[in-house]
């Protein structure tokens, strides 16, 4: 973590993660529905990945946010036999790493003691099979308003108002599990 210069401040983190006894999906070749989605634990899983973050000095009180991270997930042990009454498990697919690519951008407006203004994009591009149902290549916008209506020594009170996923986008890896649409929240806040 650094800065480059009096303008930017960057960060870069690299990680390595490892997980034994994993819980994975086991993959079958026939049997009942009920039998297609099996999670147990088995095997192990390891995660490598670097995440970049920079953003500017503000001017005029406005500052700019990138972020991008990238992560390769890998598994090592196929799945064992499954217990019964379950079917034996097929093989695990030839292809066991999966690469997930993440990317934020923001523009943040900041009065000092006053007004906060920000709107954020989102976007993670996972590495899933088109015929899933997903669909995940669309960017989630957020908007986030906090303004301070009273303050002393002892207590800090606000007013905020977010919006999330502004434009009702589409952003899901399961059909059977969409994200919301456009949905907001709002109120008072009082710290002290």
């Not at 800065?3 to 049997?31: C, M, P, R």
């Not at 290549?137 to 308003?145: G, L, R």
């Not at 108002?161 to 994200?179: L, P, R, V």
Request: charged share 20%; hydrophobic share 40%; proline share 7%.
């Amino acid at each position: 973590e650094s800065s480059v210069t009096e303008y930017v401040w960057a960060k870069t983190t690299a990680f390595y993660h490892e997980l034994d006894n994993a819980i994975q999906k086991a993959y079958y070749e026939s049997g009942p529905p009920l039998y297609n989605d099996l999670f147990i634990n088995y095997g192990k899983i390891r995660r490598k990945g670097i995440e970049l973050e920079a953003e500017t000095a503000p001017f005029n009180n406005v500052s700019l946010k990138a972020g991008f991270l990238y992560v390769r997930t890998t598994s090592g042990a196929p799945p064992p036999a499954a217990p019964a009454p379950f079917p034996a498990p097929a093989p695990a697919p030839s292809n066991d790493a999966i690469d997930l690519y993440a990317y934020n951008i923001g523009i943040k407006y900041e009065e000092k003691n006053s007004l906060t203004a920000g709107l954020f994009g989102h976007l993670t591009w996972w590495d899933e099979l088109e015929d899933s149902g997903a669909i995940y290549k669309n960017i989630i916008w957020d908007i986030n308003i906090r303004k301070k209506i009273f303050s002393t020594e002892m207590t800090n009170t606000e007013l905020f108002f977010t919006a999330h996923n502004i434009f009702s986008a589409s952003y899901y890896t399961m059909a059977d599990f969409k994200n919301p649409q456009r949905w907001v929240e709002g109120g008072a806040r009082v710290t002290f």
